[in-house]
């Protein structure tokens, strides 16, 4: 598991006062309103920055830094990430993983044969799905639905899921 997980990159500056637009990678945008630090990843170096400031503005989020005033000083972090410890991560529900703790996982069947390896959660309108590599290469894609996910177990690494009809013809 990571100790780090990214919740946004800088995509540039605002204004004049050290501001900066920063691109939302969490699913929780409202979570920037009690954020209190964050962690700047420039490639580097990690620093520890406290956030005292947060504005959205469309799909965007505006922090402002404490120390930093002027726009000088954060130029030089455009295209940066900015990380949260798992401490300070959105607390999830029952059933809900981070997409970076299931990359990875071991995927079974109901019936005991391995399927592959859990290579990509996608996004959808209606549920997430999960893309699941083969020993023989091939993607298949399975609907994160109820019906389809059985288990997800992080500390043996693995997710049991039931392979619906036709969905290994695709």
């Given at each position: 598991m990571q100790d780090l997980l990214q919740v946004g990159?800088?995509?540039?500056?605002?204004?004049?006062?050290?501001?900066?637009?920063?691109?939302?990678?969490?699913?929780?945008?409202?979570?920037?309103d009690y954020l209190k630090d964050v962690i700047l990843d420039t490639g580097r170096e990690k620093l520890n920055l406290t956030?005292?400031?947060?504005?959205?503005?469309?799909?965007?989020?505006?922090?402002?830094?404490?120390?930093?005033d002027n726009i000088n000083d954060v130029e030089k972090y455009r295209g940066c990430s900015l990380w949260v410890t798992r401490e300070n991560a959105v607390e999830l529900d029952e059933d809900e993983y981070f997409v970076c703790d299931m990359i990875g996982l071991k995927v079974m069947t109901d019936e005991g044969e391995e399927l592959g390896e859990l290579v990509d959660v996608i996004q959808t309108g209606a549920n997430d799905v999960y893309a699941v590599k083969t020993k023989e290469g091939r993607e298949v894609l399975l609907p994160?639905?109820?019906d389809c996910?059985?288990?997800?177990?992080?500390?043996?690494?693995?997710?049991?899921?039931?392979?619906?009809?036709?969905?290994?013809?695709?």
């Open positions: 990159v800088i995509s540039s500056t605002h204004g004049i006062a050290g501001e900066v637009k920063v691109f939302p990678t969490t699913d929780d945008v409202n979570r920037f956030v005292a400031g947060v504005k959205y503005f469309k799909n965007m989020v505006i922090l402002k830094f404490k120390g930093i994160a639905i109820a996910v059985l288990n997800v177990n992080l500390e043996e690494n693995t997710m049991t899921v039931h392979v619906m009809d036709g969905l290994l013809d695709l």
